[in-house]
Nanobody, 120 residues
């Protein structure tokens, strides 16, 4: 079993910053990729940023240059530094870990989500 836990959400004013953390634990043989997704009210869940096991990153166009995704070296922990936040960034942010649980089996595991609210 693999467990994924996010932390770091909250209320921030426009232009402010937040840092989200995600920790994956349990039966992890290796990390394929870890990513942040978000879902606003009445909207579909969308990919915000993703980092692969070899460090390749990609971002949603609207957050490029404002958000930075990173992984702790040698650990199954990921961060999302969010700067210059805008009201449209308000959403529940979810972490997804795509992992190999052994040499043959893989799966996607989601956290419970953390609320980010950008408002004055």
């Amino acid at each position: 079993q693999v467990h994924v836990v996010e932390s770091g959400g909250g209320l921030v004013q426009p232009g402010g910053s937040l840092r989200l953390s995600c920790a994956a634990s349990g039966s992890i043989f290796s990390i394929i990729a870890m990513g942040w997704y978000r879902q606003g009210p009445g909207e579909e869940r969308e990919l915000v940023a993703r980092v692969t096991g070899n460090g390749r990153t990609n971002y949603l166009d609207s957050v490029e240059g404002r958000f930075i995704i990173s992984r702790a070296h040698g650990k199954n922990t990921m961060f999302l530094q969010m700067n210059n936040l805008k009201p449209e960034d308000t959403a529940v942010y979810y972490c997804k870990a795509s992992v190999y649980t052994d040499r043959q089996h893989s799966g996607d595991y989601w956290g419970q989500g953390t609320q980010v609210t950008v408002s004055s």
